[in-house]
């Protein structure tokens, strides 16, 4: 599937009445089965422009082009899952074609299986996020969205479900978008990186990384972030924002 | 066990306060049990409790029926909420017996009359829960549910319902506590049969063995009710959340 967006504009209002700019001139576009990741520091409106391109936003000037049917998986940045449904429930519910085999490949991924039947109270944040991880792999998406899915895991973990993700998107090849203030996520799973100015977001730069996924040594990683991270400080941002 | 010994005491001090008060206005335990078992071999104690039953039965599943579908439209639409509201604050502040006295001059002494007044009775605190449950309804989810594209039926029943579950609870319990209460002063004032009929005959001719014997077994029975029906059902909806260590 093929993404274009094009967002002149996108405003809320206060309770005051005044109106205030999220997204001002965002345009990009992703091939299909390219991971886009956008980088850039919190309340940039980043979680604005996931809504918009899940559908669930359509209060905007500008044009988000992508096939009407595409199916949609997406993680949010809370786990989002139903607490008094199972784990393998949670996915069914989302996925309700995805069939044994298809699902025991995508526990066995996400070293879920020891989970199946537990409840999200009883998870940790980390395993939360992959079952959430699970649930939009199932629903064999066209398109997939990630919010901050490894924000708030000790590094070791998050290192570990970039891998598993990694494995999944490349799988599948479906076309991701993926958004984080974390520029290992960008090194590790992106092909092209996009750079966003702090609120009302636009692209400030974007990086391509031809290197594919799965060939990406440590070393190379390292080399990535540090091109992201001197281009970051190109725009003066405030690294402390990120 | 604990139980079985609250009870023990609550008979001990019923039947020392007999002993003061003299059997003409207190009787004695195995004087209300000797009217318990005339009432039951007659087959009138069992008649009564059933249209007593029948009427809380009808009248508890249709105002929560209409209670939670009503509840949930003003928790869901801004404008339903704000037609029904001033409706809502009528109906809680409106006294039982007047709902009733007015609905058998209006309806007659009848079977419907009766159970309508229980109903609307009990409806406004099941329409306030439902609204306050509807309200609380986690926005996160419903998000969650139109990006995988869960159709509605669906969602209504694995997202939105097992939300509602404690509130549903909260009002069958709190309803069901309100009808067995109004329940007797509909039938008292209007219907020749039932606990509430019985009750205020035996008033009438100061019969207190058989004033006694009707209030207990009904207490007896919303007891067994409680326990064996709301309790457990209670129990099953919130089987999911983690045990308070």
């Not at chain 1, 999944?168 to 590790?188: I, K, M, P, Q, Y």
Request: charged share 20%; proline share 6%.
């Amino acid at each position: 599937m093929r993404l274009e967006v094009d967002i002149a504009h996108k405003a809320f209002t206060n309770a005051a009445g005044k109106r205030h700019d999220v997204l001002a001139g965002l345009n990009f576009a992703l091939g299909h089965g390219e991971v886009g990741v956008l980088v850039g520091p919190s309340g940039c409106g980043k979680s604005t422009l996931l809504k918009i391109l899940a559908g669930l936003d359509h209060d905007y000037e500008g044009r988000v082009s992508r096939p009407a049917d595409a199916r949609i998986g997406m993680v949010f940045e809370e786990p989002r899952l139903l607490p008094w449904r199972s784990v393998e429930d949670n996915v069914r519910i989302a996925a309700p074609l995805v069939d044994d085999p298809k699902l025991s490949a995508l526990f066995a991924v996400l070293e879920l299986d020891a989970h199946r039947s537990h409840f999200p109270g009883e998870l940790s944040l980390g395993l939360a996020r992959r079952v959430a991880l699970a649930r939009a792999f199932a629903v064999e998406p066209d398109f997939l969205i990630l919010d901050e899915p490894l924000a708030s895991l000790d590094d070791a973990l998050a290192a570990r479900l970039r891998d598993q993700i990694a494995t999944l998107v490349d799988r599948r090849s479906v076309t991701t978008l993926l958004v984080t203030h974390d520029v290992n996520d960008a090194a590790r799973l992106g092909d092209r990186v996009f750079l966003l100015s702090p609120g009302p977001a636009r692209i400030l730069a974007e990086v391509s990384i031809p290197t594919p996924r799965h060939a990406r040594g440590g070393a190379e990683i390292a080399a990535i972030k540090a091109d992201i991270s001197r281009r970051i400080d190109g725009h003066r941002w405030e690294r402390d924002a990120l | 066990m604990l139980r079985l010994l609250s009870f023990a005491v609550f008979l001990a001090t019923w039947w020392i306060a007999a002993l003061f008060a003299g059997g003409d206005t207190l009787p004695s335990p195995p004087v209300v049990l000797a009217a318990i078992v005339t009432e039951a071999r007659s087959g009138a104690l069992l008649l009564n409790l059933g249209a007593t039953l029948a009427r809380v039965a009808l009248s508890f599943t249709l105002a929560m029926t209409l209670g939670s579908a009503i509840g949930y439209l003003m928790g869901r639409v801004r404008l339903a909420d704000r037609l029904g509201d001033p409706w809502l604050i009528l109906l809680l502040n409106l006294p039982a017996l007047v709902v009733i006295v007015l609905a058998y001059i209006w309806a007659g002494l009848t079977e419907a009359a009766a159970i309508a007044a229980i109903a609307v009775n009990k409806l406004p605190t099941a329409v306030v829960t439902l609204r306050e449950g509807t309200r609380a309804l986690d926005a996160e989810l419903d998000e969650m549910a139109r990006v995988f594209a869960i159709p509605p039926w669906k969602a209504f029943r694995h997202i939105i319902l097992p939300q509602l579950a404690p509130f549903i609870a909260a009002a069958a319990r709190s309803g069901l506590s309100l009808v067995w209460k109004i329940v007797l002063v509909a039938e008292l004032l209007g219907r020749p049969n039932g606990v509430g009929f019985e009750i205020g005959v035996a008033f009438q001719l100061f019969d207190i063995p058989r004033l006694l014997a009707y209030s207990l077994t009904f207490a007896a029975v919303v007891l067994a009710i409680e326990t064996v029906l709301v309790q457990p059902f209670e129990a099953r909806l919130s089987r999911w959340r983690p045990r308070a260590a």
